[in-house]
């Protein structure tokens, strides 16, 4: 005689094969999955610029690219997409398949564009993830070489004697440099005026013709103006010196306590991506900002080239925005 089978172990029976066979399903998908990361790139890579050519994140961009296209055995292509405050390029990334061939070069832009604008596209905290800093570029303080600012204390000096005739320039509200000018008017306790341009070479032809005072510009666009002994650096903002100009001083060590500015740009991709993808793409990167060729151009635009982990770039984005918008709020910008 033979034992018959019961309802309950006929299921359980079925409920095992189903089981065994979407497990098999899963190990058919798991190496396949590994095999595209471990294949990774597996065609050009495309990184997003969210500003125009020519400039100092695209001329970074490039060099980047080209060095870390060698390492990984694909190109990367620039596409610039320029655009207030870096969202179109940035919400491109977002929205991009999260396998690593579609990259951010990000950007202290997208930082201050969280106080800028009441609503973003997309969250830059949750909707990309950090790979790697690529470099900090410094701002400077430049007045016309026949200024009767001989230092930054002078200015400053002037500043707290004569309240609001101090001029300051800048490019347009909201940019960095125009923020930059913002803080430092709070940090060292003057009221001063904020005069915004449309672009960096209008803001120079103010300095050099008596229309402004000073000058807060990116240190890259000013170097051959300072080299040239057209415009006299002051000052430049960061914590540390600069090495392109070693004689001059940092805000800090001219007097103004707490001032501490650098712009800077990193890699980012589509949340989601991979760890192994981004454990990748961030050693290329650093092998190619230490690369000679690297350096030596990140040295001409007035650059300094760092690299770090993604945790690294995910802190000083935090903070970036949380400065942004305390400084924002001080200026009494409203958000648009």
Known sequence: MHAKKSPSSSGLTRRAL????????GLAVLPGAALAQANFPSKPITLMVPFAPGGIADITARAVA??????????????????????????????????GHTLLLMSNANAVSEGLFKKLPYDITKDVVPVTTLGFFDLVLAVDANSRFKSLKDLVAYAKANPGKLTIGTIAIGSTQHLSAELFKTRAGIDALVVPYKASPAVLTALRSGEIDVAFEILG????QITGGAVRALAVTSSRRNATLPDVPTVQ?????????????ALAAPAGTPKAVIDKLNAAAREAVAS??????MKELGMRGQTGTPAEQQALLASEIKRWREVITAAKIQPE
């Open 66 to 99: 080209e060095a870390m296209g060698k390492t990984l055995g694909q190109t990367i292509v620039i596409d610039n997409r320029p655009s207030a405050g870096s969202i179109v390029a940035t919400q491109a990334v977002a929205k991009a398949q999260p396998d």
């Open 253 to 265: 060590e001219a007097g103004v306590p707490q001032y501490d500015v650098a712009s800077w740009n």
């Open 221 to 224: 666009p000013t170097l051959p």
């Open 18 to 25: 189903l089981g065994a066979a979407a497990a098999g399903t």
């Open 292 to 297: 000679p060729a690297v350096q030596q151009r």
